[in-house]
């Protein structure tokens, strides 16, 4: 537990010496090297780094897709690295995930789309129409449910896959990068939307991004990733404010270039 203000924050995500390597005929690459992190109940918090900092890997290490090297995660309590397969499964269905490239099965409409994750769990057909009814309601998808992804706009595709992440009714959201490939305007809607999830849910959102008005309008709390390692935590208005690496000074100066252009045209988000 850590102790914020006059409440008391639940500790969700407790990450502690995570190494990751790859191995290619050039040799092994060092991807995590000794990630620590901690992560409150229901909060979305901002993980923030340049490009092969670390970021997508990170988050397939929090669900298993990717297996570390050395290193624990806890889940909810759970430590996700000692499961067995069977136990794996199950503790996934606890954790959904959205992507930057949407990731839908073109030959199938939006309802078989986020139906797909029940599906494959056996779940009963009442039971999967029930929910994926609810979830596509909470995305606003509730009128595309016989659409298919080439009929969609990058947006609801991209609410596509949200529900598709939300209809196991998880307790952690990972979105990698999940605004990258939307414009402004969709992305500020997709942002509205996972704060309303946020809210409405408790859910626990973490988002991992390099988009620094990704971060400063959903996250109160972020994280700065550089070269494989943690190099700053904090309060996003402090970081912002008052960097202490240089990966975190060099995303200050570009939010101050940002914020100066928004007063000059009255733009962004």
Same mark, same amino acid.
């Given at each position: 537990? #850590? !102790?914020?203000?006059?409440?008391?924050?639940?500790?969700?995500?407790?990450?502690?010496?995570?190494?990751?390597?790859?191995? $290619?005929?050039?040799?092994? !690459?060092? !991807?995590?090297?000794?990630?620590?992190? #901690?992560?409150?109940?229901?909060?979305?918090?901002?993980?923030?780094?340049? @490009?092969?900092?670390?970021?997508? #890997?990170? +988050?397939?290490?929090?669900?298993?897709?990717?297996? *570390?090297?050395?290193?624990?995660?806890?889940?909810?309590?759970?430590?996700?690295?000692?499961?067995?397969?069977?136990?794996?499964?199950?503790?996934? &269905?606890?954790?959904?995930?959205?992507?930057?490239?949407?990731?839908?099965?073109?030959?199938?409409?939006?309802?078989?789309?986020? @139906?797909?994750?029940?599906?494959? $769990?056996?779940?009963?057909?009442?039971?999967?129409?029930? &929910?994926?009814?609810?979830? +596509?309601?909470?995305?606003?998808?509730? /009128?595309?449910? /016989?659409?298919? *992804?080439?009929?969609? @706009?990058?947006?609801?595709?991209?609410?596509?896959?949200?529900? %598709?992440?939300?209809?196991?009714? *998880?307790?952690?959201?990972?979105? /990698?990068?999940?605004? $990258?490939?939307?414009? *402004?305007?969709?992305?500020?809607?997709?942002?509205?939307?996972?704060?309303?999830?946020?809210?409405?849910?408790?859910?626990?959102?973490?988002?991992? #991004?390099?988009?620094?008005?990704?971060? &400063?309008? @959903?996250?109160?709390?972020?994280?700065?990733?550089? /070269?494989? %390692?943690?190099?700053? !935590?904090?309060?996003?208005?402090?970081?912002?404010?008052?960097?202490?690496?240089?990966?975190? +000074?060099?995303?200050? %100066?570009?939010?101050?270039?940002?914020?100066?252009?928004?007063?000059?045209?009255?733009?962004?988000?």
């Amino acid at each position: 537990m #850590t !102790v914020c203000g006059i409440g008391v924050m639940e500790e969700y995500i407790k990450i502690s010496g995570l190494y990751k390597t790859f191995h $290619s005929h050039n040799g092994p !690459v060092q !991807v995590l090297k000794g990630i620590d992190l #901690t992560v409150h109940k229901g909060e979305i918090f901002g993980i923030i780094g340049f @490009s092969g900092a670390g970021k997508s #890997t990170l +988050a397939r290490c929090i669900n298993r897709l990717e297996t *570390p090297d050395a290193g624990n995660i806890e889940v909810g309590g759970v430590d996700i690295l000692k499961l067995s397969k069977k136990e794996l499964l199950k503790e996934r &269905r606890k954790i959904g995930m959205i992507f930057q490239t949407f990731n839908l099965f073109e030959a199938r409409n939006v309802y078989h789309n986020i @139906s797909y994750p029940l599906e494959i $769990s056996n779940v009963p057909r009442a039971e999967i129409r029930r &929910r994926v009814l609810e979830t +596509a309601e909470l995305v606003g998808l509730a /009128d595309k449910l /016989d659409a298919y *992804p080439g009929a969609l @706009s990058g947006g609801q595709k991209q609410r596509v896959g949200i529900a %598709r992440a939300l209809v196991n009714r *998880p307790q952690l959201l990972l979105s /990698d990068e999940a605004t $990258s490939a939307l414009d *402004p305007q969709t992305t500020l809607q997709i942002l509205d939307l996972l704060k309303e999830i946020n809210r409405s849910t408790g859910i626990t959102i973490l988002m991992i #991004t390099h988009e620094l008005d990704a971060i &400063r309008y @959903s996250c109160e709390r972020m994280a700065v990733l550089e /070269d494989g %390692r943690i190099i700053e !935590v904090g309060a996003v208005r402090d970081i912002f404010s008052n960097p202490h690496s240089h990966t975190g +000074a060099l995303f200050a %100066r570009v939010y101050t270039e940002f914020q100066k252009t928004d007063l000059e045209y009255g733009s962004g988000i």
